[in-house]
């Protein structure tokens, strides 16, 4: 079977965009699962964080769903969205869109670009909820805000919430991102474990200056990424809530991958963020997959000339860092 497909990023978060539309591809959900973790292997030929699948759908301009590379399926990814975003706006000849995901149907928009020729888009991260069966978390408490789990570490606080992916927040300084903390208490959460049954994205954030933070990322069915979206709005909105940054401003989050920025709104003591950042195009590839044996090649591959270009962001967000932490 031949499948034609792009590799992008956002943030350094790269995936595999397969146009279920266009192409008129109808898989089964084995073979969907079996696809993302055969193509995204890093250890041969293409190899992604995970597929991007685009699908018709009956309420929106097109439906997203995406597999991460362990061939679980994710409730939404932000940085995905954008390029997904993208993707339907080129297509469709708009410069705004909304896309159904496993749990709402979100706003997307072609926005101005962050820097000279690199494609910028916002979406609606949401809905945002903190109780706890909607991790799930097993507690004995209704949610988690700014404590401990005893379980995790006895000096870190944890504040839990889905948005719709599952996270946990904590504020940290140098030191423990300089530990093997995260990877350690990630690991655990995301095996067998009593507290998150389903596994559990995990965020360690630190503040560098008003209005701007840090986020490093351990993703449930990936480890760790360059930047993972739901976890940076996830963090920008709990940074608002700590006072450490304020609803309706631009948050900058820097992250492994570059910077993206988010705004989060409060209305009726609900929450949605903005997602802003880049959805850089890599090539444009077909392979011909054997999805009975396991096995693909790749037949043709174009490259996209954008690299370049957001390199130039990385490199600013790079410096940033590098100042905060001699700060």
């Known amino acids: 079977m031949q499948i034609n497909l792009i590799k992008g990023h956002g943030s350094g978060n790269d995936f595999l965009v397969i146009d279920e539309i266009l ?12 696809l993302a973790n055969m193509l995204c292997n890093r250890d041969f030929g293409l190899g992604a964080d995970g597929i991007l699948f685009v699908m018709k759908s009956e309420q929106a301009t097109a439906k997203m769903r995406v597999f991460n590379s362990d061939g679980s399926e994710a409730s939404m990814c932000g940085n995905g969205l954008r390029l997904v975003a993208r993707y339907i706006c080129e297509q469709e000849g708009l410069n705004e869109a909304v896309i159904e995901t496993m749990r709402a149907n979100l706003r997307v928009s072609k926005q101005s670009d962050l820097l000279p020729k690199i494609h910028t888009y916002q979406v609606e991260i949401s809905p945002v909820e903190f109780e706890l069966s909607t991790l799930p978390l097993n507690l004995n408490k209704p949610i988690l805000y700014n404590e401990k789990i005893e379980e995790l570490s006895d000096n870190l606080r944890f504040t839990a919430l889905s948005v719709p992916n599952p996270h946990i927040i904590a504020m940290v300084e140098n030191d423990e991102l300089q530990s093997d903390l995260q990877k350690q208490l990630s690991e655990k959460v995301n095996g067998p474990n009593d507290l998150f049954p389903d596994g559990v994205n995990v965020s360690f954030v630190k503040k560098l ?12 069915g990936v480890g760790f990424t360059n930047a993972c979206g739901t976890a940076m709005s996830a963090s920008s909105l709990v940074t608002c809530l700590y006072g450490l940054n304020q609803f309706e401003k631009e948050v900058n989050v820097y992250n492994d991958g570059g910077k993206v920025q988010c705004i989060v709104h409060k209305f009726d003591g609900k929450y949605t963020i903005d997602l802003i950042g ?13 999805l009975e044996g396991g096995t693909y090649t790749v037949t043709s591959r174009n490259e996209y000339s954008e690299t370049r270009a957001y390199n130039e962001l990385q490199s600013e967000a790079q410096q940033f860092l590098k100042e905060m932490k001699k700060g």
């Open 23 to 34: 192409n008129q591809y109808s898989f089964s959900e084995n073979q969907r699962a079996k």
């Open 209 to 220: 200056q008003p209005r701007s933070i840090y986020v490093r990322t351990f993703e449930r």
């Open 278 to 290: 880049n959805a850089t195009y890599l090539y444009r590839a077909s392979v011909m997959v054997n």
